[in-house]
Each structure stands twice: as C-alpha cells, then as structure tokens.
C-alpha cells in the first residue's frame, strides 16, 4: 500500500488511538482525520485506516457509507446537503432541491465545474421544526425558502461564510 498520512496526522492518529481501551474505537475520530488529510474517503484510504486500526476494510465502509459528513468523493469547497426526509418534503423541500440545482447548474450528485458546489441530498439532520431545512459544510439552515436560498448561494458564493 503506497497511500500513507502525513507525519503529523499520523502523530495526531497514535495519539488519539492510546485514548481508546480498544484501537478500532478510534474509528470515527480517524476518519476525520482522513478526510481533512486526502478530502475524501476512498477505497484507498479506507483500506489505509483499516490497516490501522487492525480491522477488515469492509467494517470502515459500513462507517464511512452510513455518514454522510464522510465524503466518497471529491466534493467541492461548499457541500450543499438538502434534507429531504419527511418533515422537510412536505415544506418543500423537493422544489428547494429542484431550485438549487437549476440556480448552480448541476444535479444532485454533482460539483460545479469551479469546484465550489457539491450538492446532495440526506435524509433527516435532526432539525425538523426548523424544515426546509440543509447543511453547508458544518453549518445549518433551517426555515429555507427560495429568497434565503438566493442568499445563502450569494453569500458563498462570494465565500462569506458567517
Ligand atoms: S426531516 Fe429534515 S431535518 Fe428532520
């Protein structure tokens, strides 16, 4: 296997690994720092953690698959994620999705060919009083509609973030 962490990381995994009884424990903080190392999970990378922590590659593909804040691949600078489990489909958040897709030109799935918009759809992140609502990167939006949708694309877009 050629793919390896930096120093530092890797400073950072053995240190995070002696916190845990047991090292596969460790698996989500790892992965974390997998992400912020190669930006996204791959194949590689989970056979590289795997490897690690001294468990079978497919229990890392459980992990990595069941959360969607781990990328399988290369996302872009702003990681749309529309929730549309059932407190925000019926306040609409189909047409929300639909909307957002025409306003940055790709489908769910895809990045901007600037790499600055991912967009994806998840399902319920937690914060159904607040539906319609999305995740950008670690921030929530909640109560969306199309006018703060315009604002918030306008707002990264010019990569003003708070
Ligand atoms: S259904 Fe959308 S946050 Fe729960």
Do not use: W
């Amino acid at each position: 296997m050629s793919l390896k962490f930096s120093p530092q990381i890797e400073k950072e995994i053995n240190k995070i690994i002696k916190n845990y009884p047991q090292k596969q424990s460790a698996l989500l903080s790892i992965l974390h720092l997998a992400q912020k190392e190669f930006g996204y999970i791959s194949e590689e990378v989970e056979r590289l953690v795997a490897q690690i922590l001294d468990i079978k590659p497919i229990r890392v593909r459980e992990v990595v698959t069941f959360y969607t804040m781990f990328h399988q691949r290369p996302v872009g600078k702003y990681h749309i994620k529309v929730c549309r489990n059932i407190s925000c489909s019926i306040n609409g958040a189909e047409e929300l999705i639909d909307y957002i897709s025409e306003k940055l030109g790709i489908k769910v799935g895809e990045t901007t060919p600037d790499k600055k918009f991912t967009l994806s759809v998840v399902e319920c992140l937690g914060a159904c009083e607040h539906a319609p609502c999305m995740q950008v990167n670690s921030e929530y939006y909640g109560n969306l509609d199309k006018k703060k949708i315009d604002l918030i694309l306008e707002r990264l877009n010019n990569d003003i973030n708070d």
